[in-house]
């Protein structure tokens, strides 16, 4: 475990905030905190360049104009993006996805180049897909469903070099008809869950912990109000 202080990058949270995302890393830090653990959030806004030594870094979805500045904004400092490459974990929520792949269509049909963290391509799908998706994790450490609220225009479509998060129980997920959910490429993990995802699901979060800490695993924390909101969430998918 690290004697100093865990470093909680919110990038970008002036743009890049809906449905309350910025809570993820209230959730890192806080789950941190009741371990025993020192950790601090470094709020970086569109007035700072971004650091790429924090031990994690969380991002949240936007409307397509406010992501467009986002974008603008990580190519111009490519701190998350140098920190990705050295294996820190990255949580993205939503128009996070769209903007660290290749490039995003906006709905108005405007072609928008992306960070190209991760090998995906979004354009925008005949309906916009609202409401609760559930969906079974396809990746190592992880073994309960995850839950979240999904709001996109957008329909990612995964390329070689990116797996997806979860196979769709209920919802929609990255794409109408897809039945695949959130993309995870090296350190970073994405998803079109909202939530925030990380109070909807602690495995999630600690998983992220894990690596920021560089440990196998972490013990899990028994809250049973995170246990009776991942009931009532997940009876929406019976
Ligand atoms: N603007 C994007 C879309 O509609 C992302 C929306 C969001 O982050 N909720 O696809």
Known sequence: ?????????????????????????????????????????????????????????????????????????????????????????????????QVLGHWYETSAGERVEGVSLLDVTTSPQATRSIGEVITRPLIDGLTQPLTGFENHRGGTALGPDATALGAVTHGVGNGVGDGREGVVQGSVISTYMHGPALARNPELADLLLARALGVTALEPLHLDEVDR???ERLAVGR
């Open 229 to 231: 909101l991942r009931r």
């Open 1 to 97: 475990m690290p004697e100093s202080t865990v470093r909680i990058g919110l990038v970008l949270p002036d743009v890049m905030g809906t449905y309350g995302d910025s809570g993820n890393a209230l959730i890192l830090r806080q789950r941190l905190r009741m371990r025993g653990i020192d950790a601090e959030i470094v709020e970086i806004t569109l007035a700072d360049p971004v650091p790429d030594s924090l031990d994690v870094y969380t991002l949240g979805g936007a409307e397509d104009s406010a992501q467009r500045l986002a974008t603008r904004h990580l190519i111009r400092y490519p701190g998350l993006q140098k920190a990705a490459e050295r294996g820190a974990p990255v949580l993205a929520i939503c128009a996070a996805i």
